[in-house]
């Protein structure tokens, strides 16, 4: 090799070296298993109750096509199957790890009652993404008040929801799956 033949050669090599010798101080491209958390900060929110959105909110945000609204499903793939929140995407608690969100964002989580959406808003908040909200009363609010409203709207209308008759209240001894059952022989 000629010394013209050499200079790319050894320019490269530089660039290589500075950005090797740069990286310990760049910092790891992968989220810390520790987080710091704002205990006081979320606690706040919570009693302030900043931290859920009712069912018929997130059907209006659905309806009104909410800029940079995301949902998610929580819970296991096989009850996603079933029946889900229209527009939701099934990510389970065990890979939340693995998420992204962009800043723009507004995600709202949802499970089967709303326990795992709020552990998983915690998980959020502590990745550092603000615009989160978990469903407060899950699927199954979503089923009572959305699908099996005791009054039909315009907004439970537009996703199937039938009013449940007078004086009657939800099945609230009944689970998810059983209510997910009731909506699937009904049609929805």
């Known amino acids: 090799m000629n010394g013209t033949t050499l200079r790319p050669v050894r320019a490269l ?8 010798a740069a990286a310990p101080f760049a910092g790891s491209p992968y989220r810390s298993a520790r987080a710091s958390v704002d205990v006081a900060g979320l606690a706040g ?18 309806h009104d096509r909410k800029s ?6 929580v819970r296991e793939p096989e009850e996603f199957a ?19 969100f962009k800043p723009e964002e507004t995600v709202v989580l949802y499970s089967g009652g709303g326990a795992h959406a709020a ?17 407060r009363g899950g699927l199954n609010e979503w089923i009572d008040d959305v699908m099996n409203p005791v009054a039909s709207t315009p907004i439970t209308r ?5 009013a449940r008759p007078e004086g009657s209240a939800p099945p609230s001894a009944s689970t998810t799956v059983e209510r997910v059952r009731q909506l699937r022989r009904r049609g929805c």
């Open 68 to 73: 940079g609204l995301r949902i998610i499903d």
């Open 158 to 162: 537009y996703f199937g929801g039938v």
């Open 13 to 20: 090599a530089i660039v290589a070296l500075t950005l090797g």
């Open 119 to 135: 552990q998983a808003w915690v998980f959020i908040r502590a990745l550092g993404h603000r615009e989160v909200l978990f469903l």
């Open 45 to 62: 929110m919570i009693a302030r109750e900043e931290d859920h959105v009712t069912a018929l909110e997130l059907a209006t945000w659905i």
């Open 82 to 100: 079933a029946y889900q929140i229209p527009t939701a995407e099934n990510i389970p608690l065990a890979q939340f790890s693995r998420l992204s």
